[in-house]
């Protein structure tokens, strides 16, 4: 069995509800391969869903630098923004998940959860925006399609509140 193989098969056998036997499946595993991207990346994942977010925020920091590419680099943006954001730091999930947007810009979930952090940093128009833009791109049905112009304006016009109070907040501050 190849060490994906067996990553894969550790998560499918998971319990949301008791990550330990993941974590304790998973530890071994990283002796052995201490630098593996992709080994730092599951760890911290069990870790986040086991809710112990500082030390899981390490492993997702270590999995980035060790070089995660592909899906699995999306999914390590967005689940670090995400524990960046539990733990109040909001700037950092923001860079975070703007990195992440850049690198994957057809994310519907990274969007969404981008949306999240704005939200909980309080940029509610920025927050509505963003999910106003993952409507309109990603939502396909026949009743939306007349009005994602609609939808895309409205976007950009709350977009533009949020640009216009961060400027009359940045001249109040000077």
């Given at each position: 069995?190849?060490?994906n193989e067996e ?120 927050a509505v925006a ?45």
């Amino acid at each position: 069995m190849t060490l994906n193989e067996e990553l894969d098969r550790i998560f499918a056998s998971r319990d949301r509800d008791n990550m330990q036997p993941t974590i304790d499946a998973l530890l071994p595993i990283l002796e052995e391969h201490p630098s593996n991207a992709r080994v730092l990346y599951e760890v911290g994942g069990a870790y986040d869903t086991a809710g112990m977010e500082q030390t899981a925020g390490s492993f997702y920091e270590q999995a980035l630098r060790a070089g995660l590419a592909g899906d699995p680099l999306r999914r390590c943006y967005l689940q670090y923004g995400s524990t960046l954001r539990n733990l109040g730091e909001f700037d950092r999930s923001a860079e975070v998940l703007e990195r992440a947007r850049q690198a994957f810009p057809d994310s519907p979930s990274l969007a969404a959860f981008q949306a999240i952090t704005l939200h909980a940093s309080g940029r509610f128009d920025e927050a509505v925006a963003a999910l106003l833009d993952v409507v309109a791109e990603r939502v396909d049905s026949p009743d939306m399609e007349r009005y994602k112009p609609a939808i895309r304006g409205h976007a950009a016009h709350i977009r533009s509140l949020a640009t216009r109070s961060l400027s009359v907040e940045q001249n109040d501050n000077r």
